[in-house]
Structures are given as C-alpha cells and as structure tokens.
C-alpha cells in the first residue's frame, strides 16, 4: 500500500501569474479512489482560461469562485498508467493505461444511461471543493489545501481520482496521444461529427484551428464533407489544417464570408464549428452569418464566465430555421469515443502525432503556455520521465 505521495505538481496561485512547479503532497486513494502516474499531459487552452481568469475570476460570480479557485493543480488532458487502487475500486487495475477524462461517467445517473456521459451529473463536481468520492481534500503544499483542475490534475507526476474519472486505454497506444485524445481530439471531432452532425457532401467552417479546431477539420472531412474551410489568423494552423483535410483556409470570419459564399453559391455552410482561444460575444454573430439555411453553428470555444451578451440576428435565427448549438467534450461518451478514437488514430484514419508540435518538461510549462499563445503550437505536450 502506497501511502502519502510526494509529487511534483504544476500549481497556479492566483489569476494572471505564471504556473509554479512545486513539490507537494497527495493523499493515498480513498473508496472509489485510484493513484495514477501521468505520463504525458496536453496543454490545453481551458486551462490558460483558468490562469487568465476567464474561468472562475476573482470578480466574477461562477461557481467555481464562490468556493475559491486557488491554489489550484492544473491539467486536464493526460494519458497515464494506475499505480494503485483504492478500497470499492473495480473497473481498473494497477498497471492499467488510463486516459483521463474531464467529465466524470458515473454510468448509472440520467445523462450516462441516456447516452449523454459528457454530461455527467457527477461533472457538477468540477465546480466543488475536494474529491467526487465525499468532498475532502487530498492534495497539499505546505499544510494548505491544493484544488485540482477538473478533478485530474494531469500537471502533475501523481494524481488521485476517482475512477469514474478515468478510461481504461489500449496500451499500445502512446500515452502523449492518448493525452490529446483525452480532451483537444475528441472535443474538435465531436463538435463536428456529432453536434454539427456534418453528413457527405456538406460545406463545414471551422473557426480557430487549435488543438480543439484541428479535430473539427478532422471529423468534418472523415463525415464527408465537401468544402472543409478552416479559419484561423496564423499560417502554422491554416497550413496545418490543409495538411489534415481542409480544403480552404481563410485568415479570419469576415475573409471567409466571400469565399464560403463562392463555394456554396450563396447557400452558406452546413455546418460552422467556433472554437477561437476565447469565445466573446461578438463572435457569434458572424458565425451565424456563415451558417446557411438548415445550418448549425457549434460553439466549442469556451467564453468568458463574464460574458454574458451577444448579438445574433434573430429574425434569421428562426426564418432560416437555424441552430445554435453548445457543446461540451464534443457531445462524446468518454467510454466510448475514446477507445474509438484510438482504433482510428492506430488504423491510420484519425492523425494524432501530427499534433503534437512540442514536448516540454514540467518545469517548461510556462513556455509551453507561452508558445501556445505565440501561435507556435498546435498542441504543446508536457512529458514526464
Ligand atoms: N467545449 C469543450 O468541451 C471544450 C473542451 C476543450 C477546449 N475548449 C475550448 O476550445 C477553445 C480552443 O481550445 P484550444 O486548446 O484549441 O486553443 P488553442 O489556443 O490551441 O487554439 C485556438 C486557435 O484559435 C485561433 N483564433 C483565436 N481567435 C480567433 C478568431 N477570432 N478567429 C479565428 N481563429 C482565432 C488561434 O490563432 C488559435 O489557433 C478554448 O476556448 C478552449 O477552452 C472547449
Ligand atoms: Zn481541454
Ligand atoms: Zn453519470
């Protein structure tokens, strides 16, 4: 039996400084609890959101503020191996391959058995203090309480989580590919193929082209799409995106309505997936400008905690019968597409190394982020030894 943990962990003490790497302790797994090593973990934008306070600031009202964010572990997306299993704890094994999932599936509430997991009512605890399992805390630096992003924690060598937090992985897989398709894949190809529900032969549009927006390049043109136009300011992701299915790139929204008009002969697209660093209000008009008659437009992109307005022409809305969509990790089952996504990314159809731009150390993590922001990275992956 392992008891307490000490682990090098990525921590974030307040809104707008940089993460510090700092050795702290971890519990050892209580009821429905597991001890898990990452071995690699993706840099994700959500958690940029959570330093740049757009998630859970100081001077928002978001649940996630009334119960106080910092000191926070960050990481969500992460691929890793289970050292050991706490009491009750049945569905994994040390030594199990594991990639973490930032929505809980418990499997037995209303969403899980509807076919709905990323929606999880044990997900109400991402905006909680302490564990899934009864609330207490686990991690700690210097006798303070530790919060933990998403309740995974993947900036991290060590986490504990409860195991609904988990998929059990294939693991021939390596595990910085499993780290991407534990939340960037399978969010971009989700919001494509299930939300959009983009079908053969459509026109999808694709705005921001990150570790989230390249997936939804990806799914639209595995789901048949005819034109794949992808919409971002940088010439990495625009190139990037035609290397992995767009047909057409355009360096922003207002650029893209000429083109999307051409190619549609003023039909507009089927399908218009919005997943930009942050999503603002403003956004959102234009998007809809680009959705056609029929047409649905995806917001993936997460906003603000304090926004709270946008315009939208809403004769439109209803005229050309629309849809404006949200979506959260792509409108996927974890337990299900995960797995999936690994079988198409080992037969070759989904790309996931072409992803990875960068490895960084722990310790590097702020360049990463900062690389990430500089539009260098279409994803940047931290690695432990
Ligand atoms: N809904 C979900 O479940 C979910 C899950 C994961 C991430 N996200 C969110 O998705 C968004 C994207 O995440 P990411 O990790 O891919 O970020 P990223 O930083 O890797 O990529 C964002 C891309 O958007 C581009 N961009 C910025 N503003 C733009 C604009 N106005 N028009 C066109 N392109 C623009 C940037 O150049 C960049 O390439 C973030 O807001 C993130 O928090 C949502
Ligand atoms: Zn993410
Ligand atoms: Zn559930």
Request: aromatic share 4%; charged share 20%; net charge negative.
């Amino acid at each position: 039996m392992v008891g307490i943990v000490k682990t090098h962990a990525a921590v974030l003490r307040g809104r707008g400084q940089d993460w510090q790497v700092e050795e702290i302790e971890i519990d050892a797994p209580r009821p429905d609890e597991v001890l898990v090593k990452w071995s690699a973990a993706g840099l994700c934008h959500s958690d940029e959101h959570v330093r740049a306070s757009d998630m859970g600031a100081a001077d928002q009202h978001g649940p996630a503020d009334r119960t106080g964010l910092f000191p926070i572990v960050g990481g969500h997306e992460g691929g890793g191996v289970i050292v050991e299993v706490g009491p009750g704890v049945r569905s994994l094994a040390p030594g199990d391959h594991v990639a973490a999932s930032f929505f809980p599936c418990c499997g037995r509430c209303p969403m899980c058995i509807s076919g709905r997991s990323n929606l999880c009512d044990l997900g109400a605890a991402n905006f909680l203090p302490g564990q899934i399992s009864d609330g207490t805390m686990r991690y700690h630096l210097d006798g303070e309480d530790l919060n933990v992003m998403s309740k995974l924690g993947t900036f991290a060598e060590h986490s504990v989580v409860h195991e609904a937090s988990l998929v059990k992985v294939d693991p021939e897989v390596p595990l910085p590919v499993v780290a991407l398709v534990s939340c960037g894949v399978t969010t971009g190809w989700g919001s494509a193929v299930y939300r959009a529900g983009v079908m053969p032969g459509d026109t999808a549009v694709v705005v921001g082209v990150g570790g989230v927006g390249i997936n939804a390049v990806q799914g639209a043109r595995m789901a048949g799409a005819r034109y794949v136009v992808a919409v971002d300011p940088v010439e990495l992701k625009q190139k990037t995106a035609l290397d992995l299915g767009a047909t057409h790139t355009a360096p922003s929204m207002e650029e893209a309505l000429p083109l999307v008009t051409d190619l549609t002969r003023g039909r507009m697209a089927d399908a218009v997936i919005l997943a930009p660093s942050v999503v603002y209000g403003d956004l959102v008009g234009p998007a809809l400008t680009l959705t056609g008659k029929g047409g649905t437009c995806v917001v993936t992109g997460v906003a603000p905690m304090s926004q709270k307005e946008s315009s939208v022409d809403l004769f439109q809305l209803a005229m050309f019968q629309k849809e404006l969509r949200g979506v959260v990790f792509g409108a996927a089952n974890p337990r299900l597409d995960i797995p999936r996504l690994l079988d198409l990314y080992r037969s070759g159809q989904l790309k996931v190394d072409e992803l990875i731009t960068r490895t960084y150390r722990l310790d590097e993590i702020n360049q990463g982020y900062r690389d990430m922001l500089d539009g260098l990275n279409i994803r940047g992956v931290v690695t432990f030894d």
